[in-house]
């Protein structure tokens, strides 16, 4: 019965839109109920809050979460995840992290991105938006065996839905650069699980221990030789990772 499957959500990262599930999506999709909404601004989700604050970017995004999902997040998805876990704690029965974190930027005693990287990145956007999020893509695949196919499937996957709304997309980036979330990540009651790549340059590995020690009972696997998004470089890796995370390793399909 259907009501029996788990309800997974997946939100998707800065930038883009759902068609980067899409490999995933064809894996999973008859084992569970599957929602993978557009954040506001992206994609077919054309209207958004404004101005893109944390907070109504979640209230809208969580009006569309069942109570008891899965709430798995990649990069920006999974800090509004952890967000959303957070200010409604009924939505989120597990919280999933694919390479994100409470906090991208680094801190003291944190890794995260370089300030500098965030500028550059706000500055191009104003001055030309496609070839920024084409140089993002790049990024995402960069230090994976197959990284200059693993942008080509995430691009071709991206451009079939409208672009994103260019105040959306630096409002987002705001958002990546301004929030952080590790009180609220380390006060969590929910449990949690996380998959990155130990070859990200976004969201570095180091940051796994920093997440374990905030999180003690949290499950956290690296792949060795992923980068930023694993689902598109690893696909079986992935999904193999989110099947044992929805508690359907070992079932039959």
């Known amino acids: 019965m259907s009501s029996d499957k788990p309800t997974l959500v997946l939100l998707h990262g800065w930038g883009v839109n759902h068609g980067v599930w899409q490999g995933i999506t064809e894996q999973i999709a008859a084992r569970v109920q599957l929602l993978t909404p557009d ?13 893109y604050r944390l907070d109504a970017v979640v209230d809208e995004l969580a009006a569309n979460i069942p109570p008891h999902s899965y709430v798995c997040g990649w990069s920006l998805g999974g800090l509004l995840a ?5 200010r409604y704690p009924d939505k989120v029965q597990q919280l999933g992290l694919v390479a994100a974190s409470p906090c991208f930027l680094t801190q003291p005693g944190w890794p995260g991105m370089a300030e500098p990287v965030m500028q550059q990145f706000a500055r191009s956007l104003s001055e030309n938006l ?3 999020i084409e140089r993002f893509l790049a990024i995402q695949a960069m230090g994976s065996s197959s990284a200059r196919a ?3 499937l995430l691009k071709q ?3 079939a839905y409208p672009m994103a709304q260019p105040a959306a997309v630096a409002g987002a980036l705001q958002l990546l650069s301004q929030c952080d979330l590790r009180a609220e990540f380390a006060a969590l009651k929910q449990p949690v699980s996380g998959i990155f790549g130990r070859l990200d340059s976004l969201v570095p590995a180091a940051v796994v221990a920093q997440l374990q020690q905030l999180q003690p009972s949290a ?3 690296v792949l060795p030789h992923a980068s930023h998004a694993p689902f598109i470089s690893h696909p079986a890796e992935f999904g193999q ?6 508690g359907l390793s070992g079932q039959q399909s």
């Open 241 to 246: 990772w989110l099947q044992q995370w929805l």
């Open 39 to 51: 954040l506001p601004g992206f994609g077919m989700q054309q209207s958004y809050p404004q101005p």
């Open 150 to 152: 693993d942008t080509k």
């Open 130 to 132: 496609q070839q920024t």
């Open 219 to 221: 499950g956290f696997t």
């Open 82 to 86: 952890l967000a959303i876990a957070t």
């Open 157 to 159: 996957a991206i451009m």
